[in-house]
């Protein structure tokens, strides 16, 4: 069973950082390329960013790019977003989300439960 | 505003059959196989329901299926029930290597 937990997430100030992270299990983590997708409080799902299996190829959505950065550990079946200079639009529960397949298909069938960040002074 | 089109809600009765329409470009609904629609509880994690268009994830159900024309998808579910209501959404591959996600749709089953 396909088991994807997020961490990290928390209260940060405007300007600062987080990192969050999300373990993974239940699946061969390599072989999958991984999302990040935002929900803020109210409003809808926006895609984040996504790498490839091997973490050697990423994309981000213009809105964050620049500020965050997608990275993984598949030795340690990890995925991670670096946030940096968070603003208040930033806030936002924070879903981890697998690929169907190694590559970017636009396709994440497994997501998290959310980690919840909130940017606020 | 989202860059898929969808309508803010829809409403049916318990067995009817309801359609959502998500309208987007040729270059992402319109240029791509590679729709897919997801299904939130209030709550919950979005769960996927259609990928690539018309494909059905193990474990979902068939009154769920999916289409596409032109820049045009649609989520059909039939023979609604009333663990159905929820909040859709759709999504596409665009050719910027990105994910759109279309606004949502409330689904009301009254």
């Known amino acids: 069973e396909v088991q994807l937990l997020e961490s990290g997430g928390g209260l940060v100030q405007p300007g600062g950082s987080l990192r969050l992270s999300c373990a993974a299990s239940g699946f061969s983590f390599s072989n999958y390329a991984m999302n990040w997708v935002r929900q803020a409080p109210g409003k809808g799902l926006e895609w984040v960013s996504v790498?490839?299996?091997?973490?050697?190829?990423?994309y981000y959505a213009d809105s964050v790019k620049g500020r965050l950065t997608i990275s993984r550990d598949n030795s340690k079946n990890t995925l991670y977003l670096q946030m940096n200079n968070l603003g208040v639009e930033d806030t936002a529960v924070y879903y981890c989300?697998?690929?169907?397949?190694?590559?970017?298909?636009?396709?994440?069938?497994?997501w998290g439960q959310g980690t919840l960040v909130t940017v606020s002074s | 505003q989202s860059a898929l089109t969808q309508p803010a809600s829809v409403s049916g009765s318990p067995g009817q059959s309801i359609t959502i329409s998500c309208t987007g470009t040729s270059s992402d609904v319109g240029g791509y196989n590679y729709v897919s629609w997801y299904q939130q509880h209030p709550g919950k994690a979005p769960k996927v329901m259609i990928y690539d268009v018309s494909n059905r994830p193990s474990g979902v159900s068939d009154r769920f299926s999916g289409s596409k024309s032109g820049n045009t998808a649609s989520l059909t579910i039939s023979g609604l029930q009333p663990e159905d209501e929820a909040d859709y959404y759709c999504?596409?591959?665009?050719?910027?290597?990105?994910?759109?996600f279309g606004g949502g749709t409330k689904l009301t089953v009254l």
């Open positions: 790498i490839t299996g091997s973490g050697g190829t990423a």
């Open positions: 999504s596409s591959y665009t050719t910027s290597s990105t994910l759109d």
């Open positions: 989300a697998k690929e169907r397949g190694y590559h970017f298909y636009g396709s994440p069938v497994d």
